[in-house]
């Protein structure tokens, strides 16, 4: 059984942080990719943070957020998580976990796996 169930969201000011949790059941053993991707209103979705646990635990940050978030997993919980700091209204966005067998690396529609995402608001 596979499933992504985020939480975690809110509303933050600017310059703050805000840990968001996924439930990854199904992915973080089997060496899937794990995303978080955001879709800020009125834009596309863009990939955030990748995170390859078969790869020696590998991460990679979108450029707007390196030295900000970083992925993290446990994979004894099948939790995911992404801690970000110093957050900036442009951060703003519903941010969905999503997974793949497959190195989708940031071409987000090929994800095949979503979760229901979760709301970030930063003012």
């Known amino acids: 059984h596979v499933q992504l169930v985020e939480s975690g969201g809110g509303s933050v000011q600017a310059g703050g942080s805000v840990t968001l949790s996924c439930v990854a059941s199904?992915?973080?053993?089997?060496?899937?990719?794990v995303a978080w991707i955001r879709q800020a209103p009125g834009k596309e979705r863009e990939g955030v943070a990748i995170?390859?646990?078969?790869?020696?635990?590998?991460?990679f940050y979108g450029d707007s957020v390196k030295g900000r978030f970083a992925i993290s997993q446990d994979n004894a919980k099948d939790m995911v998580y992404l801690q970000m700091n110093n957050l900036k209204v442009e951060d703003t966005g519903m941010y969905y976990c999503?997974?793949?067998?497959?190195?989708?690396?940031?071409?987000?529609?090929?994800?095949?796996?979503w979760g229901q995402g979760t709301q970030v608001t930063v003012s």
């Open positions: 999503a997974a793949d067998r497959a190195p989708c690396g940031w071409y987000v529609p090929q994800y095949n796996y």
């Open positions: 199904g992915f973080t053993e089997s060496g899937a990719y």
């Open positions: 995170s390859w646990a078969s790869g020696g635990g590998q991460t």
